[in-house]
Nanobody, 118 residues
Framework: QVQLVESGGGLVQPGGSQRLSCTAS????????MGWYRQAPGKQREWVSI???????SYIDSVKGRFTISEYNANNTVHLQMDNMRPDDTGVYYC????????????WGQGIQVTVSS
């Protein structure tokens, strides 16, 4: 089992920045990627970003150039730096961990509320 602890989030004005963090512990030996999803009010959860063990990041088009995902280090901590935030970035953000042979996230964080509003 892998346990995830998320931090960050809260209220930010449009154009502002936030950083989310997620630390994985437990059976982390076969983690091959970490990433983030988000769920806006009334919408389905959507994939936001992922970084694999080789350090290659990917992003949904709507956040490219604004969000940066860090490489996860030896402590299995990944950060999501969110800059130039917009109201449509509002939602609950979930850390996702990919491990083993499953191409989909195997473990999820508890979720962090991010609100972009003036």
């Amino acid at each position: 089992q892998v346990q995830l602890v998320e931090s960050g989030g809260g209220l930010v004005q449009p154009g502002g920045s936030q950083r989310l963090s997620c630390t994985a512990s437990g059976s982390t030996y076969d983690i091959w990627a970490m990433g983030w999803y988000r769920q806006a009010p009334g919408k389905q959860r959507e994939w936001v970003s992922i970084i694999n063990h080789a350090g290659k990041p990917s992003y949904i088009d709507s956040v490219k150039g604004r969000f940066t995902i860090s490489e996860y280090n030896a402590n299995n901590t990944v950060h999501l730096q969110m800059d130039n935030m917009r109201p449509d970035d509002t939602g609950v953000y979930y850390c996702a961990v990919y491990s083993g042979s499953n191409p989909q996230p195997r473990y999820w964080g508890q979720g962090i509320q991010v609100t972009v509003s003036s």
